[in-house]
């Protein structure tokens, strides 16, 4: 499953010098947030692949705007396909403002999900906005990671954490992938591509594999 990923700030590929073809061949694209809706619109009229996001903390015109024929997937665990992904936008409250969160706010969040997450049976990939606590985050509070993230990790190990936030001109020697255990951390600044293996197909309900006998008892093929 080919997997484009955007954040922060709009690639000039994909927005100056726009052409369809180049979101063709995705089969999802995901916004970790942060940029401007109409960017997003776009994307999504002429990509066939869904177009999901999350919030950064400077999408407060997404409240009266929000990009069209996109899927908003905060606070869910969103299956795409068998792909399990949670959703936690916003980041770290620095000011007065929307998605922006403490730490317990967001751990009171994630607490919400915890049975969409039994459901499910954990999770595949996390999608923030902020990334999490000591994990190539800042020093100042407004790039501050949460540590709830760190405890997600931990707990469930999905495949990849994707987050924004944090620009790659920040610091040269941001990494843009990293590992957490067994997860892959991946910065999504402006856009970057990732393969994830195809879940599993599930299983064929037990019916399926019988059927009746001329005298009408239950046999198995």
Same mark, same amino acid.
């Given at each position: 499953?080919?997997?484009?990923?955007?954040?922060?700030?709009?690639?000039?590929?994909?927005?100056?010098?726009?052409?369809?073809?180049?979101?063709?061949?995705?089969?999802?694209?995901?916004?970790?947030?942060?940029?401007?809706?109409?960017?997003?619109?776009?994307?999504?009229?002429?990509?066939?692949?869904?177009? %999901?996001?999350?919030? =950064?903390?400077?999408? +407060?015109?997404?409240?009266?705007?929000? &990009?069209?024929?996109? #899927?908003?997937? @905060?606070?869910?665990?969103?299956?795409?396909?068998? %792909?399990?992904?949670? =959703?936690?936008?916003? +980041?770290?409250?620095?000011?007065?403002? &929307?998605?922006?969160? #403490?730490?317990? @706010?967001?751990?009171?969040?994630?607490?919400?999900?915890?049975?969409?997450?039994?459901?499910?049976?954990?999770?595949?990939?996390?999608?923030?906005?902020?990334?999490?606590?000591?994990?190539?985050?800042?020093?100042?509070?407004?790039?501050?990671?949460?540590?709830?993230?760190?405890?997600?990790?931990?707990?469930?190990?999905?495949?990849?954490?994707?987050?924004?936030?944090?620009?790659?001109?920040?610091?040269?020697?941001?990494?843009?992938?990293?590992?957490?255990?067994?997860?892959?951390?991946?910065?999504?600044?402006?856009?970057?591509?990732?393969?994830?293996?195809?879940?599993?197909?599930?299983?064929?309900?037990?019916?399926?594999?019988?059927?009746?006998?001329?005298?009408?008892?239950?046999?198995?093929?």
């Amino acid at each position: 499953m080919k997997i484009l990923l955007l954040a922060d700030v709009e690639s000039k590929g994909l927005w100056d010098y726009f052409s369809p073809e180049k979101v063709r061949g995705y089969d999802l694209i995901i916004s970790c947030g942060d940029l401007n809706p109409r960017y997003l619109t776009l994307i999504s009229t002429f990509s066939a692949a869904p177009v %999901l996001y999350v919030h =950064g903390n400077h999408d +407060s015109r997404y409240l009266n705007d929000p &990009p069209e024929g996109c #899927t908003c997937i @905060e606070d869910t665990v969103y299956n795409f396909q068998g %792909l399990r992904i949670l =959703g936690l936008g916003g +980041s770290f409250r620095y000011k007065v403002g &929307p998605f922006q969160y #403490t730490e317990q @706010e967001m751990r009171a969040r994630i607490r919400k999900l915890r049975g969409a997450l039994r459901r499910e049976k954990g999770f595949d990939l996390l999608v923030t906005h902020a990334p999490a606590r000591d994990l190539n985050d800042g020093d100042d509070l407004p790039h501050r990671g949460f540590e709830c993230f760190n405890d997600l990790l931990a707990e469930y190990q999905p495949q990849y954490f994707i987050h924004g936030h944090v620009h790659m001109s920040y610091n040269v020697n941001l990494p843009r992938l990293c590992e957490k255990g067994d997860t892959t951390v991946v910065n999504a600044y402006e856009k970057y591509v990732i393969e994830v293996e195809d879940p599993p197909l599930p299983a064929a309900p037990w019916w399926q594999f019988w059927k009746k006998s001329p005298q009408g008892i239950a046999e198995s093929e």
